[in-house]
């Protein structure tokens, strides 16, 4: 099965006959075996020539750039093989039709409303006191169905998220000073968390997309822009809180991260290496985790499921099956 590979070290990713190889600036090298890997996460200062590139693309592997603070530059997004000119028509068609864009819009934030009550009700049930908070947002959510464009949309949506952040004080055993969220940039341990883990999920879903027939900077939520892929953005949306927030409450409250792993400066906080490091191999772990999926009848990983979820916005656009976002079931 193909796996994800991370790189800390500063270095140079080069071809070296049927291989990739990462030689660091100390002069040891480690071969990746690229049959066996998915994707490449580069997380150091690594330098890489067209040869490398070139040999990335053959083998379909996007490679996902992060500074030295953790936080997403851009992707190489090989050369598309799984192309469909009548999917693509059918793509643009439903973000330019004002009702169809609506629609799907509208499943994206119903699923990722239904996943964010998920979390409270698996934490109320703890002893969380988080009624209130469910109250409210159900609340809020019976306005999804009546909202006449994407500005409404988008704005129901963040104040969703406004009371799901407010629950996180209450979630998470650490003291922890997060009133608000702030991404660019990120101000505090909880902001720099989340902006850390929600750009894995987002290269998770590029990496995903990729392996289908969808087009990547067509979306429905989120505007397509010049400069991003953002229908990752709007995938991302359902599966942050099956991901990525379980993923930092989880670390949070088992203590393998506190705040000596972060750094501050002036107005802007980040991860240090080592607790990025633990914190990429949970994330790893959680995204090889499985589930018995209902409609397959079968053991899926969390991975697999953002790949469903493409598989359906595709028979969606195709009018074949209407699109149902993904809700935690279990």
Known sequence: ????????SNGELQRK???????????RYKDIKVEMTRDIYLFGEVSLNTKCLNYAGQLSMPIHIFNYYGSYTGSF????????????????????????????AKEFVEAASDNILRNLRYYNERGRDLQSRMTE???????????QNISELMGLEGSIRQVYYASWKDIIN?????????KRPPDNMINALMSFVNSLVYATCLTEIYKTQLHPTISYLHSAGERR???CLDISEIFKPLIADRLIFSMLNKKMLTEKD???????????????????????EDLKRTIRHKGLNKNVSY??????????????????KKYKGFTVWW
């Open 1 to 8: 099965m193909a796996e994800s590979f991370y790189l800390f």
């Open 17 to 27: 006959d049927n291989v990739l190889r990462i030689t660091t600036s100390d002069g």
């Open 77 to 104: 997004y090989p050369k598309e093989k799984n192309v469909s000119g009548k999917l693509l028509i059918e793509q643009v068609n439903h973000y330019t039709n004002k009702d169809k864009r609506l629609e799907i």
């Open 137 to 147: 947002i159900k609340a809020l959510k019976k306005g999804i169905a009546p909202v």
């Open 174 to 182: 650490q003291e922890i000073d997060f009133d608000k969220r702030v």
């Open 229 to 231: 892929f953002s229908l």
């Open 262 to 284: 972060f750094e501050s400066q002036s107005n802007f906080c980040y991860i240090k290496d080592n607790g990025r490091k633990r914190l990429l191999q949970k994330y790893d």
């Open 303 to 320: 991975r697999y499921l953002i790949r469903l979820e493409c598989y359906k916005l595709i028979k969606h656009l195709m009018g074949d």
